[in-house]
């Protein structure tokens, strides 16, 4: 570039200048600073700005920290003021009653007696007088078969009867006349008008009269005997009920001839009233049982449904079985109830609880109270500060929803029932009532 004369007129600020320099892209950037040689700009001189920030930061950590560690210590000295939190639960009483010993087992329901009714002659069936599942009487008509062969049976065995009598009447009328004329024969004899030969045949011949007569009595006796068989059969040609029950379905329709060597017969009676249920115990729990019947004392069982939760009947043990049964280990046992409102049916399946004897005075608490762990059965006993205590206790027996304590437990104590799951030994608790429906009795506490 050519250095200007000072001759030369000045030019305008506004024009460009003929330099190599760029011109400014804004109107104030000529009062940017500029950037020298190898620096990064304004920034590099401004760091202590981030390091600020920075504090900045870390102080209003530090303060939120300090706030948070205040907070939960007032948090754990408010809990250490009022103490830990008490967990509700529901207590009863232990209280001291009768707990009734019971044996179980399943059994089958059977008829007290069955009758097969078979025919016990042969014959044509003419009329069948009963209606199936009916109950009868004993003695009462069932079936009639026709009488009349065996009427005419009879009739000849009487004939032959008749026709006996009247040959034994001719041989006593015989018998008489060789006595007569044998007397005769002897005063000749002794005469000697006749032979030897002469007084032994006559003798032959009453003795030969006696013998008809022997002939004619035994023909009577099994004409008589006769006439008492057919006058059987006519009475067996009306089958009747040989005890009472309830009879089955009809085998035979009428029509139809019977034998005397049928195996299924008219139909079945089963005497339901009373009936009997077949059960079985553990041969262990058999002395006990056999104690108790040496001792007269009489066993009530109770017969409940399939599920085991309804009472269907009461009954006594009738008997026990004469042994055991080596595949099961069991023995069975017979028990007999009156069944007045028919709700036993045969071969129905039930479950008998035979009584045993009573456990007087025994300490009882619901099964509910009893919990268990790794050292057995124990119960939260709820102590007078409201704390519970664990304690162990022997369990004696179950009845139902009952159970009696051996030991471990004394009449009067407070066991929880009811929210047993929360809690540990020397925990606080607070008492509240049952709230579902079927409340157990001895419940106590305060409403939540």
Known sequence: MNTPSTLEPRRPETEMPDSDEPAPLHPHAAHLPKLEEGGHGPSSNHWWVWLVVFAAIGFGCFKLYQFETAKKAAGMAMKGKFGPRAMPVVAVTAHTGNMPVYLEGLGTVTAFNTVNVVPRISGQLVSVNFKEGQFVKKGELLAQIDP?????????AEANLAQAKGNLARDQATLENAQLVYQRDQELFKAKIIAQQDLDAQRAAVDQSHGSIAADQAAIAQDQAAIDAAKLNLVYTKIVAPIDGRIGLRQVDVGNIVQTTSTTGIAVINQIQPISVIFNLPEQQLPAVLARLHQGVKLTAEAYDRNNTQKIADGTLLTVGNQIDTSTGTAPL????????????????????LWLNTQKNATIIPADAIQRGPSGTFVYVVKTDDTVAARPVKVGITEGTNVSIDDGLQPGEKVVTDGAEKLTDGAKVKLRTHASPGQTNGTEGLEE
């Open 148 to 156: 009349r062969p065996y009427q005419v049976a009879l009739s000849q």
């Open 334 to 353: 017979k028990a007999v109830f009156s069944n007045k409102d028919y709700k036993l049916f045969p071969n129905q399946f039930v479950n008998v609880r």
